[in-house]
């Protein structure tokens, strides 16, 4: 995998441009803002930019691209953590930020049909009278075709799943420039290879999305939201895992340990115990919340946990989920002067506690601030570590200290990343996980994509 | 794509005769059950079958195979609809059956480790004293691995999905003899494609599973059932669309048509008004269960039915679903001196009342007897068609019909078959289904199995 020579990438903008007219640019700080990463990673730029409207502009880009091997990466908004949009040898990059329409919509199928460049909150907003809601939730307001590509969830996943489980059917360009149907609009199938869920999660290797059908879930009827802490990470976590195994459906239960309660006690004013905490939500009926909530707190105060507080009022809601809410900034505003940024593990939630225990002691080992938040039903976890701006040697501190997370984790019969993707940063991992099946892996994408045109760089296959 | 010839076949049976002992046979009746299909496709025998016991016999099995070219056909207990498990070109079944032990068992994971060859029965029985269950119920005492290789569902995946859902990671022995993990065991992972989902459901065509780990669910504290009657297929159908946006989490949600419920009141004696029907079951608590079923007769009231009954008592609710249990049986007494076989079909929910009355206006222009019955939730139906025995006349005009039928799916969204497979009955309609994405299933199989050996002749790829 070469850069292309800068006569074959000068005609390629051209065409480019014929093409679109100034729907193209090579204009430095446009094509610098779509490398841009949400990471600490080097940006590389892509040699131009097509804002795509249709399909059809997604098909002619990569058929002149694909002409002169030009590598190709799909953009959304920007909010990929592992350097996913990275051109480390140049390309082009297919912004589909105004590729953001509804389709089409099917109440009945609890289903709509998008563009890939539509961002959660406005298919949300636009959603917002017709019952249904689209749950997955990453944090950032990303583009739903990001989301799919990186096979996003956040804290709703324990309850509505994660990109996966949430893409039915898609409509992609693949690398000659043809454009497919994954699979029918019905609900299951048994036709043929899961072409959907070989797309989703490929981080744009294999194709690019131009649809998606989605599926979307009514909207609750009562929301019940709640926090209570724990001695210990264990407590906490078997807890959790009592519940579900007592079916509580949680709508979301996320985990903060000591060192994230007192980032947010100190960001937000709050006087929480410096204590392993949960915070819960529930999704139903008055009579299920209420039901989710007294068996919860019985399971918890087994526990050693007895001061489980909940309610069903919006601001009082606000008020418990305040940490949480605001973990983010608080821990960056706990890491003053330094870079943050958030790391990403998963386990079988049989080990979770173990792991996160581990990982708080590696992080004292090596003196660093680390505090940890987890989407504990899924066994997932995040780490945000920071280090000192323009420091290398500390910088190289932080990259160990991830190298062995991700060892942790694989070791516990987990993966490197739960939810941020493999992109530029994990590829070492994704060998030490899955062995030779990575291998499989890279055969379909040459299969596939022969001249590795997209987004090439990424997954660590054998050329890079 | 051809048969090999005579003196290569027999000297690969001499190889695994010599490997396996009286573990592989060649004997004539023996093969023959292992091309069994339940279905009324010709039986085309393969060359001689391997008993498998460890992963290390199927591992040894491709190698030698492989060398030869020779085709290779897992079976596991030979439930398949669609002629999965014939040899067109010959080849060599491996039986998975003797590889049914429980590798390992997380509870607090709710997940289970398993060989192949257990079925769903066996598990459910393992599984007793956990307060844990395999739900996935595609009505045969399939195995797991049958089951993930067809994407097998049923009843219950209204409410706990598919086979899909339910495969969390596998271990799979690939065309080349190498045995691979397609993703740690950790509940969700953006770490690479989805190879998982990519073998569930390739009906043996990409490799063959030797380990599953399958998601298990809470035993429900209470299950629900209930029957009602609608005056029309859309009002029944109606019904389940409005009570799913309210969010009722129906357990299973069967509907029969007019002529399945006249067939079950002759076969088990029962009184049921002959209109369409919905068998209903609802898992929970107490509160939820009964707060789903109130919920669910005032939907159903509001469609004009008003005989709902439910019960929580298992004699009662043996009852109430006697007709749904016995429908099999019903539909083939109703057609005495048939061969009677279950078609399938899928669309978006919103379509099947459209899909059903049509399909039943076809039957009767035809003058054709088909007690049908659906996974409404699903949008997912079987129409119960019967043919004379041996009369080829008749037999080519149910291919006809199951051909309308399939087109029709299609032409509304769906799929022609949504839990069966392709197999080889349905090849056609599978191209008409998804057009040029076929061409890229088929070069992910020439990527990963270049030789066609396994289980070649289904899906219709063009060597076929």
């Known amino acids: 995998m070469a850069r292309l020579d800068q006569k074959t990438v000068d005609q390629v903008c051209k065409e480019l441009e014929t093409a679109f007219g100034n729907r193209f640019s090579n204009n430095l700080s446009v094509r610098d803002t779509h490398s841009h990463n949400e990471t600490k990673l080097r940006h590389e730029v892509p040699d131009g930019v097509v804002y795509a409207l249709s399909k059809d502009d997604v098909v002619k880009t990569v058929k002149i691209c694909a002409r002169y091997k030009m590598p190709i990466i799909g953009f959304g908004v920007g909010s990929s953590l592992e350097g996913q949009l990275n051109a480390p040898v140049g390309g082009i990059s297919i912004d589909f930020s105004k590729m953001d329409q509804v389709v089409s919509f099917s109440p009945e199928d609890m289903t709509v049909t998008i563009q890939p460049g539509i961002t959660r909150e406005t298919l949300n907003s636009w959603l917002r009278d017709s019952g249904l809601f689209f749950p997955i939730d990453p944090g950032a307001n990303a583009s739903i075709g990001g989301m799919a590509s990186t096979r996003a969830s956040g804290t709703s996943a324990v309850r509505y799943g994660t990109m996966r489980e949430a893409v039915l059917c898609a409509e992609a360009v693949m690398a000659d420039g043809r454009l497919i149907r994954t699979a029918s609009r019905a609900k299951k199938s048994a036709a043929g290879y899961d072409l959907t869920r070989l797309l989703v999660g490929s981080e744009g290797t294999l194709g690019l999305f131009t649809e998606l059908t989605i599926r979307l ?248």
Chains 1, 2 share one sequence.
């Open 217 to 464: 879930h009514p909207i609750p009827e009562v929301v019940s939201s709640g926090i209570c802490t724990f001695a210990t990470i264990g407590d906490a976590c078997n807890t959790v895992i009592e519940s579900i195994q007592c079916a509580i459906p949680f709508a979301r239960v996320e985990l903060m340990d000591e060192f994230m309660v007192k980032a947010c006690n100190a960001y937000s004013g709050l006087t929480l115990e410096p204590r392993p905490t949960l915070c819960v939500e529930f999704h139903g009926d008055e009579a299920s919340v209420a039901s989710q909530a007294a068996t919860f707190s019985e399971i918890a105060s087994a526990h050693g946990s007895s001061n489980f507080q909940q309610s069903t009022d919006p601001e009082k809601r606000a008020q418990l989920w305040k940490a949480r809410h605001s973990a983010l900034w608080a821990a960056e505003a706990s890491l003053p002067e330094c870079d943050v940024f958030s790391t990403d593990a998963c386990v079988p939630i049989s080990r979770l506690a173990d792991c996160v225990t581990e990982t708080q002691k590696d992080l004292k080992e090596h003196n660093l601030i680390g505090p940890i938040i987890g989407h504990v039903g899924d066994g997932n976890f995040h780490v945000f570590v920071g280090y000192p701006k323009d420091n290398e040697r500390e910088e190289k501190r932080i990259y160990e200290f991830t190298e062995r997370l991700s060892e942790r984790a694989i070791s516990m019969g987990g993966t490197c990343t739960g939810e941020h993707g493999i992109g530029q940063r994990k590829i070492k991992y994704l060998r030490m996980e899955l062995g030779d099946a990575v291998d499989f892996m890279w055969t379909i994408k040459q299969a596939l994509d022969p001249d590795n045109i997209l987004n090439p760089g990424k997954y660590g296959f054998p050329e890079n």
